[in-house]
């Protein structure tokens, strides 16, 4: 295909975008997006002397303005659309990502995991791109985890879901481990889905960004980046709306892509830059919710989010974790249940416990930019994905049972509460793929470095392929799913890609 090979007339080929709107700024570095892989990108490049501007859709809010506002005030104002994008298909599920500075980082729980050796390994096979090993990122793997303090986190006063959690994996023989977090001194505000009130955990916000400005990078908060400017195979600038609404062209000697894999894609194919790749495949994590009831008391409202993994089924792709708990969240999860056992299940709050159970999707969704910024995302469960959910559900069963469990409220709207193990596997049987309330906040991989002849959108800098002075920066350009939280992954891929980035232009213009 010629328009994978640079900037060739023809059918697939990118044209150049052109436009009258009204001069913005001009800067050496432009950076679209402000989450895991902008800011480090802003960071990296402003402590290397380059001129940065970073451009983000959502606004700037502040650790005070946060503890100020109700969790459902912030829901609404930290995530895009309310963390509801859904995803067409069977079923259709929600998908939550953040849109302010700092994107994600800001209202997810802190998790930061390694790459497995043998992931990266796999990656590179498959992709054809070398250069992202073990080896490879292992310092800038080391330098995260300094700058954000991450730890194995312990159980703090609260975090009874945790303990009774580690407690059925260990009578099962199941291998369990303290979560990874970047968090410093947290204080167990049970608030990290709808960002931490303290400060505690070191989201984009008040670490990589603060230190970016610091060292001269500008962020310029609600600014909606509506297309890439190019023009022979070079990006030249955006075209973006501000604050209040004025449509004005920023232009740079250099752009970087990180508005995320929805979004990244998306602006990709409204710039027609790889409009039959970009955004072609997008892989999920997707999460069940099990809402577990005990005997004793829990108080899964006192404490902090994932402080237990279970990863006896890692290599699966199944993870589970204790999602702590409001009323006010229970009784959204659970508003298509009957009432009456809504009212019972909230009077019985202090005994409950919820539960996350992530998969790793082997379907791929697919995102096409509708007109007016709009996306319309649709996803391609297959029967193995089916399977694997119901042996998930199956496993969160039976280590909530070994727990103490008394009774289970499966992630399926039209189930009945499940009071044992048999129980339990009778609803495996039954459930359909239809059935499942599922939601996702780890999408990844939906303009993936790798060869062209092997899929890939990007190549090994970054750049799409066939382009020069435009590299994608965030999750979209990892080469496949991770199994894992994908932050600490992003991070390191931004890491190197602004190294080789500075290696091979080194200077200020």
Not at 64 to 71: K, L
Not at 147 to 166: E, F, I, T, Y
């Amino acid at each position: 295909m010629k328009a994978l090979n640079g900037p060739q007339r023809g059918p697939l080929s990118p044209r150049p975008i052109r436009t009258p709107h009204p001069r913005g700024t001009d800067s050496d570095v432009l950076v679209i997006g402000s989450g895991a892989g902008g800011s480090v990108v802003a960071r990296e490049l402003a402590a290397a002397g380059r001129q940065v501007t970073v451009l983000e859709e959502g606004p700037r809010v502040g650790t005070g303005s946060i503890a100020a506002a109700t969790p459902a005030e912030n829901m609404r104002h930290l995530y895009r659309q309310g963390g509801l994008i859904p995803v067409f298909g069977t079923p259709t599920l929600a998908y939550g990502e953040g849109r302010c500075v700092g994107g994600t980082t800001v209202v997810n729980g802190g998790l930061l995991w390694e790459p497995p050796p043998a992931l990266l390994n796999r990656w590179a096979a498959e992709s054809g791109v070398a250069g992202y090993r073990a080896a490879d990122l292992a310092a800038h793997l080391g330098l995260i985890a300094h700058r954000l303090g991450v730890a194995a986190q312990p159980h703090g006063a609260g975090n009874h879901d945790s303990r009774l959690l580690a407690a059925g994996a260990e009578h099962l023989g199941w291998q369990w481990q303290p979560a990874h977090r970047a968090v410093r001194g947290c204080r167990h505000s049970n608030r990290c889905t709808t960002g931490c009130p303290t400060g505690a955990k070191q989201s984009m916000a008040v670490s990589y960004l603060p230190e970016a400005e610091e060292l001269g990078a500008r962020i310029v908060p609600g600014t909606r980046v509506l297309r890439i400017l190019h023009e022979d195979g070079a990006a030249t600038g955006v075209v973006a709306a501000g604050p209040g609404g004025r449509t004005v062209v920023h232009r740079a000697r250099e752009v970087f892509l990180a508005a995320g894999p929805l979004r990244t894609p998306a602006l990709l194919q409204r710039s027609r830059i790889h409009r039959r790749t970009a955004g072609r495949e997008l892989s999920l994590h997707v999460n069940l919710r099990t809402v577990a009831r005990f005997d004793e008391p829990v108080h899964a409202d006192r404490g902090t989010i994932f402080t237990a993994q279970v990863h006896e089924f890692a290599a699966d792709g199944v993870l589970m974790m204790p999602s702590n708990v409001t009323r006010g969240a229970l009784a959204a999860a659970l508003a298509s249940r009957p009432p009456q056992l809504l009212d019972r299940l909230l009077a019985a709050f202090g005994t409950l416990g919820s539960y996350t159970t992530q998969v790793r999707m082997q379907g791929k969704a697919r995102i096409l930019a509708a007109p007016r910024g709009g996306l319309l995302l649709r996803h391609g469960m297959t029967s193995a994905d089916h399977s694997l959910l119901r042996e998930a559900f199956r496993r969160t069963s039976e280590v909530l049972f070994a727990a103490g469990a008394r009774e289970l409220i499966p992630p399926v709207a039209t189930a009945r509460p499940l009071h044992s193990r048999a129980e339990a596997e009778e609803f495996c049987r039954r459930v359909r793929p239809g059935d499942w309330e599922l939601v996702s906040v780890h999408g990844m991989a939906s303009a993936r470095m790798g060869l062209p002849g092997r899929g890939g959108t990007c190549d090994e800098h970054g750049r799409p392929h066939g382009f020069r002075r435009l590299r994608v920066c965030d999750a979209s350009v990892l080469p496949g799913v991770t199994g894992i939280s994908p932050q600490g992954t992003v991070m390191a891929f931004a890491h190197e890609i602004a190294e080789r980035f500075l290696h091979t232009s080194p200077g200020r213009p």
